[in-house]
């Protein structure tokens, strides 16, 4: 699941600066950039960072079976999702999705508060293994 969150960082972040390479070619065409275009470009780009982030956290924090699932399954979503809407939404006018951003926003904030559940009641030194140890397997 980790290995998923590291991709989907990745994969974001290919996306972003692809975006932000059309966003040159009309800023160079001497065209304004629309604001829906680099807001959703911001959003992926923060949002993809993290995902990577996560994806070597989990694993250090002990994160695992359903709780792993969950973080992994909400965070992808909502990483794709907040961009997605702005857009699908603003960019090519579907305005009925815009609501579901309070969705996609809820399942970012449901995957941290699930890391910060495992961090608070997990053993204290959670992913202090020290310089010596060995990481655990990626999935």
Avoid: C
């Amino acid at each position: 699941m980790s290995k998923a969150l590291k991709a989907s960082g990745f994969l974001g972040l290919a996306t972003m600066m692809a975006v932000g390479l059309h966003q040159f070619v009309i800023l160079s065409g001497g065209n304004p950039v629309s604001p829906w275009m680099i807001g959703g470009h911001a959003h992926l780009g923060v949002l993809s960072i993290l995902a990577i982030v996560i994806g070597f956290a989990v694993p250090a924090l002990g994160v695992t079976g359903q709780l792993r699932t969950a973080v992994t399954v909400l965070y992808i979503a909502g990483q794709w999702g907040i961009p997605g809407i702005v857009w699908l939404g603003e960019g090519f006018g579907l305005t009925f999705l815009m609501p579901t951003g309070f969705l996609w926003g809820l399942a970012l904030i449901a995957s941290m508060l699930i890391i910060f559940y495992v961090t608070i009641t997990g053993d204290g030194d959670a992913g202090d293994r020290g310089p010596t140890a060995t990481a655990p397997a990626d999935d």
